[in-house]
């Protein structure tokens, strides 16, 4: 028999807008340095299980299901901070991340930026995507 979910606090629940599919937009951004991480999605269980437990959990659209960021790379992030948008449709993590965020072994999910009007890599992978997700036997 599985645990029940945690709720949502009542003025959280309150303050959310979930869109159509039951989501909200959840940006992930280091809470030392600033660095937006990722933008990922969270559904009601969620947000209820990253504030019951404290590292962060999201929604995977690709998968339909709860995403326990880190769980099979090891990369986690523990929650510092929950803030709501002034609208509701979207939540900023502060995180402290532990090793890297994105699945591609750079730091941040957003380590391309439009230079002269062409898109370039600024920052190198800090470990090879296929250390972080090894195949399965």
Known sequence: MSEPTPALPDDLAAALRFD???LVAAIAQQHDSGE??????MNRAALAET??????????RSRGGLWRK?????QVQRLVELRVDC??????????????????????????AVHRGALVEIAAPL?????????AD
Request: net charge negative.
């Open 51 to 60: 504030l019951a437990t404290g590292q962060v959990c999201y929604f995977s």
């Open 87 to 112: 609208d509701g449709d979207a939540v900023l993590l502060r995180v402290a991340q532990s090793g890297v965020a994105c699945h591609t072994g750079h730091q941040s999910c957003f380590y391309r």
């Open 20 to 22: 159509a599919q039951g």
């Open 127 to 135: 470990i090879a995507p296929e250390v972080l997700y090894p195949p």
């Open 70 to 74: 880190g769980e099979t790379s090891g």
């Open 36 to 41: 937006v991480l990722m933008l990922a999605w």
